[in-house]
């Protein structure tokens, strides 16, 4: 089955650091890729998505690309700040018509001021 | 156009009680998933449902679980009979009726359910 391995945590960083989080999957066929963002005592929220490959995804400086070769879509990010504090999923979606989500296990990222 | 709600945000249950969890999707959404999260992990997927319909519930506990999405009302998932181990947040997603690759689900903040 579908399934989403992602760099465990926690991750802690001095702002403006480059930040890198990996992420890997196993999908059957041409899955869609995202990553999610969960702020303290909220739900999620799509941070970016990745349909096909070779696709990138960004949103608020954080980027990922689609790569089918490696099957992974690592979140980057050149300056982090301390906003960016959260815990970030990655998370892909089959095109084989189950429109669920299969979740990793989400890293939690710290930034020091 | 307020965004996908779940009620109550919190909910403590004492062993052996039943709890019964609200999902109100965005407006125009006919779509509905239904995802746990235990402490320290991701979200696991429980069940997908349509307007009347289960679609997938490959997620669902066999016993005690149990949702639906009614025609009128929000969508609701039930524990019955609760355990420790039963405590997590309990997320809702909606997505509109037409799937596609580009298609976005939506969250709610989630239920945190504390069984004691």
């Known amino acids: 089955g579908d399934s989403v391995t992602q760099m465990e945590g926690p991750v802690t960083l001095s702002e403006e650091a480059f930040l890198t989080i990996n992420c890997t999957y196993t999908?059957?066929?041409?899955?869609?890729l995202f990553w999610y963002v969960q702020y303290p005592g909220e739900g999620l929220q799509l941070l970016l998505k990745?349909?096909?490959?070779?696709d990138k995804g960004s949103n608020k400086g954080f980027e990922a690309t689609y790569r089918k070769e490696t099957t992974s879509f690592h979140l980057e990010k050149g300056s982090v700040q301390v906003s960016d504090s959260a815990v970030y999923f990655c998370?892909?979606?089959?095109?084989?018509?189950?429109?669920?989500?299969?979740f990793g296990t989400g890293t939690r990222l710290t930034i020091i001021p | 156009n307020a965004g996908v709600m779940q009620n109550p945000r919190h909910l403590v249950r004492r062993r052996g009680q039943e709890a019964r969890l609200r999902c109100s999707p965005m407006?125009?959404?006919?779509?509905v998933y239904w995802y746990r999260q235990l402490p320290e992990e991701g979200l696991k997927f429980m069940v997908y449902?349509?307007?009347?319909?289960?679609?997938?519930e490959s997620g669902m506990p066999k016993e005690r679980f149990s949702a639906e999405f009614p025609k009128e009302g929000p969508s609701i998932l039930r524990i019955q009979q609760v355990v420790r181990g039963d405590s997590a947040a309990y997320f809702c997603?909606?997505?509109?009726?037409?799937?596609?690759?580009?298609?976005?689900?939506?969250f709610g903040q989630g239920t945190r359910l504390t069984v004691v």
């Open positions: 997603a909606s997505s509109p009726p037409m799937q596609g690759v580009n298609t976005e689900a939506f």
């Open positions: 999908a059957t066929g041409y899955p869609s």
């Open positions: 990745a349909t096909k490959a070779d």
């Open positions: 998370a892909l979606r089959s095109n084989f018509g189950n429109e669920k989500l299969t």
């Open positions: 407006k125009g959404h006919s779509h």
């Open positions: 449902l349509q307007k009347e319909n289960i679609i997938d």
